[in-house]
């Protein structure tokens, strides 16, 4: 197996005995266990300040607990979230999928299978948040977009020309664009001025 980086790693909640286990595995794979913590409070605060690499989720039985750690992990999107299953459960599976985990493994004695995992829920991770940044700058374009259309009386097209308009005369992202207009800085007063958009009376 190749020499894998050395992670940051958080290990969270689960049976004492299987903590010990993944904890091995992890520091024998040449990784940093940043902290073993079971406190829902205490994962949400490391989560935001340690920002972990990866953070694996070791379900004991009762799996409510672990569902609530991985919801909290997820929330605070600073890592990726590996379930570490004691047994195969398919339910637990799914809901937790829903929560948002990139992989699960059973066990966690195995360095290759959780080296493997590790490996692709990064890769995911890193898709996953570029996909999103694509589809949020699309989203800011296009309430951008309909601020201007109803701000200046004009169809989708000038919209969209204002913006790539504007983004080259300041040399800016078109995003940046529109994110001042979705934070209310008018675009093109001066247009305003000289051609005030007025409503049509009736008739």
């Known amino acids: 197996m190749g020499e894998a980086p050395s992670l940051r790693i958080l290990v969270t909640d689960g049976i004492g005995e299987q903590l010990e286990v993944v904890t091995r595995t992890v520091v024998g794979l040449g990784h940093e266990v940043i902290a073993r913590e079971s406190s829902l409070a205490e994962v949400a605060r490391l989560t935001a300040s340690e ?3 990866v953070a694996l989720v070791v379900v004991s039985q009762g799996s409510s607990p ?3 750690m991985i919801d909290k992990i997820v929330h605070e999107a600073a890592c990726p979230v590996i379930a570490i299953l004691h047994v195969q459960d ?3 599976v799914e809901e937790a999928a829903k929560r948002g985990i990139f992989a699960y493994v059973v066990d966690g004695g195995d360095p290759e299978e ?3 995992a590790i490996d692709v829920v990064l890769k995911r991770f890193a898709e996953y948040h570029n996909l999103e940044g694509a589809f949020g700058r699309r989203a800011l374009t296009e309430r951008a977009k ?3 259309m109803e701000r200046h009386g004009i169809d989708e097209e000038a919209a969209f020309n204002l913006l790539r308009d504007q983004a080259r ?3 800016a992202k078109l ?3 529109a994110e001042a207009v979705v934070a209310g800085q008018p675009l093109l007063p001066a247009r305003e001025r000289a051609a005030p958009s007025e409503e049509s009376p009736d008739g």
Do not use: W
């Open 175 to 177: 995003v940046d664009v």
């Open 66 to 68: 672990a569902l609530e």
């Open 114 to 116: 959780l080296q493997s």
């Open 146 to 148: 309909g601020i201007l």
């Open 90 to 92: 398919r339910g637990f």
């Open 51 to 53: 920002r972990p690499d």
């Open 169 to 171: 005369k300041t040399q």
